[in-house]
């Protein structure tokens, strides 16, 4: 273990100025313009920017965990072959929001890094923005003229993402001393290992809007991040970050498991993996699954990539589940969820890990084929056809090719991957707008979005503010008879949503309502005139009754969902939803098929829910506070800042837009009708409640008094049990019967000699019982069954070889076999022949017999 903990000594020495300590946010940022948590600020960029107040105090510190894996800061292509690029690592950080500027962060700087770290000052140097003369200055006063050196803003300008808080920075690094370092790119602004840049100070001024224009920050801020793992390194003499005791557990873990020693100029391999291991725990332990696309498809890259290595390494069997307990050993005292998730994430990766392993060898096949034909690109179809048909990731296939010095041609994979994504089908949106082409800027534009009131109300008196034609187009009126869109002033209709199914109902006397749907914002009825309709006319509009029904079935799914983290755990994440009158579906992200023992206490929870009943209640409420207040949210679904959460007490508590229930016993009745897998690791169920589950009850009834009739039994399990037993011994009386049929032996010098056809019964049984009654005898049976003609022969104290027996008659019938002298079997095709073969059978026990 480390003798000097850095994370501690950082928070430790922030708090004793004042900062407030910060637990680390997830690695999934609730912010749409990443992908993950890439630094340190992110958690706080609202605060920077200025949305949200200053806090108190407003000085923070933290060590937050991150991953650079794609997006703008990606390390994934580097990761094992340089001395400190990390998928995952860990940033230590102080932020000041408005409070503190350049002096002070300057100066805590130093204090920490000389008099806290201990760093030797004649290694350490510092850079700054070529124009940041005021940041040059301040650095003279605690560090030599000559060492400090202006970069531009490659070097020396920080920006979190495309978009963002931004501003010029100030770096500081460790020189490693030259002795062990001689690249040519080993000086000070150079890309060689020795000069490591330790920790970066941001002088947070700027915002980048989309448009790439820098609006001035409310206040000058500090945002300041230095990489644990560097630092450790540093501290304990070590030249690569991997030969620290943060990474040296993992590389020898994996030297046990592929059995060979690791050597530091051969070892990306054992690097790769033991940084992928960390990546890949964290993100299932926060929640993020295997998956085909977005965050999930990076995961899923990262643990192919560390796979991939793992086989270079000779290990042909799953295995990086095998280091999630070193992760948990190493990391779970600081991160405490780790060591909850444990089990959960080892089956997830073990699983990918087989999925994986089942295509590899022929990818690399077909890999290694396309090798010998490449010159100088390799063919983009190819690596195409590898991430279509074996799973290899892009990148992947980019890192094979690494140490041939080729490159991919990404430009026709792109194309593929273009093309086929164009056939996919739209995924499941749970934010429910649909995209068409139509009028619907033009409505927004005169109308703006109309207002939903079917929360409270199932009828109203509204005005047709438009009329859409079924190609969406404008038009003043619908025919009777005719279809299209209507758009109400005020609605009680609710448009398909979060999973549950758009309202149907009536515009009375005057047309039915046949969905309602959201587009941009905007709610139409999609419906069917019975007279003329006409823009302005003044209607009722009454819901469908079976609202009720959906609405039961909506609760319902929410229970569901609260059930499956309480039975299977919190690594539950929805994965889609249908609601509608008579059923739900709910598909959530679960490794494997769920036992009926699973089953059975699922729906119990639910039932039991049900019956105890809860009131609902629904609150608006700033996302963050509800997410932080504990409600679910939906991973990846990008949600307003105003967001409606729904809870039944304390059973659930979720971000829903939908209509519900006001308390659960409306419910009434709730049953699983089925569990099914989707894709890998989603799980699927379906269920009824309500009245659709009286129906099934009631069908259920009708079906069982059906088979009492049939069985006339009012025991019916007690029944089909005695029937079973019955088909049973007549089974057996009917084999006997075979076997035990009058056979005709016949006496040749004292042998009791039989060939015959057995119609019926097993011929070996029948052979066994012959043998047991006489004390000489030779024995042939021939049995047709599907086209082929079955022989068996037994031979007891009797000069005939049954192994020649069967197989010169199996000859006879196109066929052969084989065997001992007492026992054998053979096969034949030709029924035909048969008779023949009955014949010769015979003749030959004679010619031996006699
Ligand atoms: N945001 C800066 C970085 O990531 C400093 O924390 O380097």
Redesign the pocket.
């Known amino acids: 273990m480390q003798n000097f903990d850095v994370r501690q000594a950082y928070l430790d020495y922030f708090k004793s100025k004042g900062h407030e300590v910060i637990e680390s946010a997830p690695l999934v940022p609730n912010d749409a313009t990443l992908l993950f948590t890439?630094?340190?600020?992110?958690p706080f960029k609202s605060i920077f920017t200025g949305e949200v107040p200053r806090p108190t105090p407003p000085i923070r510190t933290s060590c937050q965990t991150?991953i650079r894996a794609g997006g703008k800061?990606n390390d994934l292509d580097n990761v094992g072959y340089t001395a400190r690029h990390h998928t995952f690592f860990e940033?230590l950080?102080n932020?000041s929001f408005g409070e503190y500027f350049k002096k002070d962060a300057i100066a805590y700087a130093w204090e920490f890094v000389t008099q806290v770290l201990k760093l030797p000052k004649d290694r350490l140097y510092v850079t700054v923005h070529e124009s940041d003369d005021e940041a040059y200055g301040m650095w003279q006063e605690h560090i030599a003229k000559e060492r400090i050196y202006k970069f531009g803003d490659k070097d020396n300008f920080?920006q979190?993402g495309d978009t963002g808080p931004c501003g010029p920075?100030s770096e500081i690094f460790y020189d490693q001393g030259a002795e062990h370092f001689n690249s040519d790119e080993d000086y000070m602004g150079g890309d060689g290992d020795r000069f490591l840049e330790i920790?970066?100070?941001?002088f947070m001024q700027f915002e980048r809007s989309a448009d790439g224009k820098l609006t001035t920050l409310p206040k000058p801020s500090i945002?300041?991040?230095?990489g644990l793992e560097r630092v450790t390194a540093i501290k304990e003499g070590k030249f690569s970050n991997y030969d620290s005791s943060l990474f040296m557990p993992y590389i020898n873990e994996v030297a046990k498991l592929c059995g060979k020693p690791y050597e530091y100029a051969t070892g990306a391999s054992y690097r790769v993996i033991s940084d992928h291991i960390r990546s890949v725990t964290f993100l299932l332990a926060q929640g993020v699954n295997f998956d085909k696309e977005g965050r999930g498809y990076v995961l899923r890259r990262i643990l192919r990539r560390a796979v991939r290595h793992g086989y270079l390494l000779g290990i042909k069997k799953p295995f990086m589940y095998k280091l999630v307990d070193k992760v948990c050993e190493l990391m779970g005292g600081h991160y405490a969820y780790l060591n909850e998730k444990k089990e959960a994430v080892k089956e997830q990766i073990k699983l990918e890990e087989e999925r994986f392993f089942a295509t590899i060898a022929s990818g690399l096949e077909l890999f290694n084929d396309e090798l010998t034909r490449t010159k100088d690109i390799f063919s983009g179809e190819v690596a195409f056809k590898l991430y279509d048909t074996f799973g290899f990731p892009l990148d992947l296939t980019a890192d094979m090719l690494r140490d041939k010095n080729l490159k991919v041609d990404e430009a026709k994979f792109d194309e593929l991957m273009s093309e086929q994504k164009a056939r996919a089908k739209a995924a499941w949106k749970g934010s429910g707008d649909k995209s068409a082409k139509g009028d619907f800027k033009e409505l927004l534009e005169e109308f703006g979005e109309n207002e939903f009131i079917g929360y409270e109300a199932l009828d109203s008196q509204s005005k047709i503010l438009a009329i859409l034609d079924e190609d969406f187009k404008r038009t003043n009126s619908l025919k009777a008879g005719e279809n299209g869109w209507v758009m109400f002033d005020k609605t009680p209709f609710y448009a398909q949503s979060g999973g549950q199914c758009g309202d149907s109902g009536e515009i009375t006397g005057k047309a039915q309502i046949l969905d309602t749907q959201k587009f941009h914002g905007l709610n139409l009825s999609s419906v069917k005139a019975n007279v003329e309709l006409k823009t302005g006319d003044e209607v009722s509009v009454k819901v469908s009754s079976e609202r009720s029904e959906i609405a039961r079935h909506h609760s319902a799914t929410h229970i569901l969902h609260s059930a499956l983290r309480k039975v299977l755990g919190t690594h539950i994440a929805q994965a889609g939803s249908s609601v509608e009158a008579d059923k739900l579906r709910f598909d959530f992200s679960h490794p494997k098929a769920l036992t009926s023992e699973e089953l059975a206490r699922i729906e119990a929870f639910v039932q039991n829910a049900i019956v105890k009943g809860e009131a609902a209640k629904t609150q608006i409420m700033d996302i963050e506070d509800a997410k932080n207040s504990g409600a679910i949210a939906l991973f990846g679904e990008k949600y307003a800042d105003k967001v409606r959460v729904l809870s039944f007490g304390e059973v659930s508590k979720e971000l829903c837009g939908g209509t519900h229930v006001h308390n659960l016993n409306e419910i009434g009745a709730f049953f699983i009708t089925k569990e099914s897998g989707v894709s890998a690791g989603v799980r699927r169920i379906e269920a009824v409640c309500s009245k659709a589950a009286l129906n099934l009850a009631k069908n259920l009834h009708a079906e069982l008094d059906e088979i009492k009739t049939e069985l006339k039994s009012i025991e019916p399990i007690i029944a089909i049990k005695k029937l079973k037993t019955e088909i049973k011994s007549l089974k057996d009386e009917l084999k006997n019967a075979g076997s035990s049929k009058a056979i005709n032996l016949s006496d040749i010098n004292g042998v009791k000699v039989c060939v015959e056809i057995l119609e019926s019964g097993d011929i070996k049984t029948a052979i066994d019982e012959i043998k047991n009654a006489n004390e000489r005898t030779a024995v042939l049976f021939m049995q047709v069954k599907d086209d082929k003609v079955a022989i068996a022969a037994g031979v007891k104290n009797a000069s005939i070889k049954a192994g020649e027996w069967v197989k010169m008659t199996a000859q006879i019938l196109g066929g052969n076999g084989g065997g001992k002298d007492d026992f054998a079997t053979a096969g034949g095709k030709d029924t035909s022949k048969i008779q023949d073969a009955t014949k010769a059978a015979l003749e030959f026990a004679k010619e031996k017999l006699i």
Do not use: E, K, P, Y
């Open positions: 890439n630094a340190g600020m992110v991150c800061h940033m950080g932020f920080w979190m920075c920790w970066n100070l941001v945002d300041t991040g230095m």
